[in-house]
């Protein structure tokens, strides 16, 4: 039996925007990229920001490297708890960001219906800037929950009419046991995508 056949709920059917992000054991970097796009898309804004991970640690905080790193920008890494992705979380996700392919795999596999809306953070960051897509959105709305959910369609029109060139790196490592350079790596690159996210949906 396909694992989506109890999966009742979809993204069309929530409030505001939902946001899913992706990586392998929820301790690393999706945890950063959850808290470094909770932090640019604030309370009021009409858009939520979650993760998980494929083989979760379920209930682990934030591994201290990358917290460290995340506190150093003035971002809360508190009250986390690691959790395991689910058909039921990409149900309900307008917008679902893996760090590598094999996460944006995982996650179409569990909810296949979410192919179009699912991305690597690094593809979608990239389709967004090169697309200029916070501009042509700019018109159309000034909530950025409206604005962002009309960035994600016109980042999917984009991926499959071909029309830009493709993400040259669409993968951020997995800095687990690399030492620090690993995580800075890591983290650079998921605070790039963020800030492009951001500006996008606040221009």
């Known amino acids: 039996m396909r694992q989506t056949t109890h ?3 979809d993204a069309s059917q929530n409030p505001g925007f939902r946001v ?3 990586c392998t054991g929820n301790i690393c970097r999706s945890p950063a990229g959850e808290r470094l796009l909770r932090h640019r898309l604030p309370l009021g ?3 939520e920001v979650a993760s998980a991970g494929t083989h979760g640690v379920v209930g682990h905080p934030v591994e201290p490297t990358m917290a460290r ?16 992705l689910s058909a039921a979380l990409v149900a309900e996700a307008d917008l679902v960001l893996g760090m590598e392919t094999e996460h944006r795999s995982a996650a179409v596999t569990a909810y ?5 809306r699912t991305f690597t953070l690094r593809e979608f ?23 962002l959910r009309e960035i994600a369609a016109l980042a999917a029109e984009l991926r499959i009419a071909r029309s830009v060139p493709v993400c040259a790196e669409p993968d951020i490592a997995d800095p687990y046991g690399q030492g620090e350079a690993a ?5 650079a690159a998921i605070t790039q995508s963020a800030e492009i996210l951001s500006l996008a949906a606040f221009t």
């Open 7 to 9: 999966v009742t709920s």
């Open 20 to 22: 899913l992000v992706v």
């Open 45 to 47: 804004s009409g858009i």
């Open 69 to 84: 790193l995340l506190v150093e920008d003035g971002v809360d890494a508190e009250h986390f708890a690691a959790r395991r």
């Open 112 to 116: 296949p219906r979410a192919l179009t």
């Open 125 to 147: 960051a990239h389709l967004v800037e090169v697309g200029r897509l916070g501009e042509r959105t700019a018109r159309l709305s000034a909530d950025p929950a409206a604005r």
């Open 183 to 187: 995580y800075r790596v890591a983290y």
